[in-house]
């Protein structure tokens, strides 16, 4: 629906999109660790299987949606406390950032942002986003979804699923197909990205109702939109399409396709490297950090990929790590490495360029005096008998040699 049919309210008219902005200021663990993410960079949740590194990220998208003033039920374990979130702007320049995100309409007496539908936010929500009295910023309620993306490897792949086409470019972007038909800028990252990871390279067909991402180029040149040949249409639709690839690529281009087209501020990611390769988990944590520091975007991840890891480090992007533990008796534990610690570490050759890193997954890490100290204590832990009696299983044992100055 065109905006030219929207008369925004009074109140909330002649803001600037580029004023506004939300992240998440801190998280409050059950332990009491206020965890505060860099607000344009990554946040890294590691630790073992069943320590809550996904639990944390579902129960910041759950307490972000809560409703004001309505009690929301308490998960059996609740890790996650408080959240709260940093929002500079006002009402106005909030109502320009969801019109420029994903349009507006006029229904039932008021506007709505979104899609007809689809969305249920009004404006009634936007100025309760700034009242103390309704929770203010640190409730999201309906507006959750729009600021906020949560990415796991079974959920992300239906963001490459074709799209229809909108009825005239009047009707702002719904969707990531919609944003690249409408910036090349962004459709070349997207191409760049995948031809440096799997050295393929990909086309957006717009030639049916129907938007979608295919591998490969067409030899033909692209004519003009008012002269498309019979030719070049069996071109582009004999190019395999990216539903139909490995899971490898198509996790990967899934992911980055909200980043790209930074469609939300905030995007809570697990597991990013399913699927794929050691070398390609290194390449897609650089991209990653460089696409939070460049599109703005804060990022909180949990992984048990140390590749992905080094990559996220030798981007140029702020890294924070939580590393995340549970008790003997069932207590959660968590400890944050701040950006300053991290880059401190990270900037030591003497720790970048040794197996220090891969301490941060394991459970116990002991220092020896030197390599050979540390296979001989690892080879008797291992030989151990009986196993059943070791509080932590040699596996979840790191030897690391000390390092010498």
């Not at 944003?179 to 459709?187: D, F, Y």
């Not at 959660?332 to 040794?354: C, F, K, M, N």
């Not at 220090?356 to 204590?377: G, K, M, N, P, W």
Request: glycine share 6%.
């Amino acid at each position: 629906m065109s905006l030219e049919n929207v008369t925004i309210p009074e109140d909330l008219s002649g803001g600037d999109a580029d004023q506004f902005a939300l992240s998440i200021e801190s998280i409050t663990l059950e332990n009491g660790l206020t965890v505060n993410p860099p607000l344009t960079g990554v946040t890294v949740v590691v630790g073992g299987n069943n320590v809550g590194k996904s639990t944390l990220l579902r129960q910041v998208m759950n307490l972000a949606a809560r409703q004001p003033r309505i009690a929301t039920e308490v998960a059996r374990w609740q890790l996650v406390t408080d959240i709260r979130f940093n929002a500079p702007g006002n009402a106005k320049d909030l109502c320009a950032w969801l019109i420029a995100h994903g349009g507006a309409y006029f229904q039932n007496g008021m506007v709505w942002f979104g899609t007809p539908g689809q969305s249920n936010s009004n404006e009634h929500h936007v100025r309760q986003f700034f009242d103390p009295q309704q929770g203010g910023v640190d409730r999201l309620s309906t507006l959750a979804n729009m600021f906020m993306l949560f990415s796991d490897p079974w959920q992300r792949a239906s963001v490459i699923h074709p799209q229809e086409m909108r009825d005239n470019l009047e009707v702002p972007p719904q969707n990531v197909m919609h944003r690249l038909e409408e910036s090349m800028q962004m459709l070349n990252e997207v191409r760049e990205i995948c031809r440096e990871i799997f050295r393929i390279d990909l086309t957006l067909d717009t030639l049916a109702r129907m938007i979608q991402l295919r591998v490969g180029r067409v030899a033909i040149p692209a004519p003009p939109v008012d002269a498309v040949s019979p030719e070049y249409r069996r071109e582009v639709a004999s190019l395999p399409p990216l539903t139909e690839q490995g899971d490898g690529i198509k996790s990967l281009i899934a992911l980055i396709l909200p980043l790209v087209t930074a469609e939300h501020s905030i995007v809570m990611i697990d597991e990013p490297e399913a699927f794929l390769h050691p070398p390609q988990a290194s390449a897609l944590g650089r991209i990653l950090g460089g696409l939070a520091k460049k599109k703005g975007i804060q990022v909180i991840l949990a992984t048990h990929d140390k590749n992905l890891l080094t990559g996220l480090l030798s981007s140029e992007a702020e890294v924070s790590i939580v590393r995340l533990d549970r008790g003997l008796n069932g207590d959660s534990q968590a400890h944050q490495l701040a950006v300053e610690d991290v880059r401190d570490l990270w900037g030591d050759p003497l720790l970048r360029y040794t197996n220090a890193l891969d301490s941060l997954f394991h459970r116990l890490t002991i220092v020896a005096e030197a390599d050979q100290d540390c296979r001989f204590y690892a080879a008797a832990l291992n030989e151990y008998e009986p196993q059943s009696e070791v509080p932590i299983p040699p596996s979840d044992v790191l030897f690391i040699p000390g390092l010498r100055i």
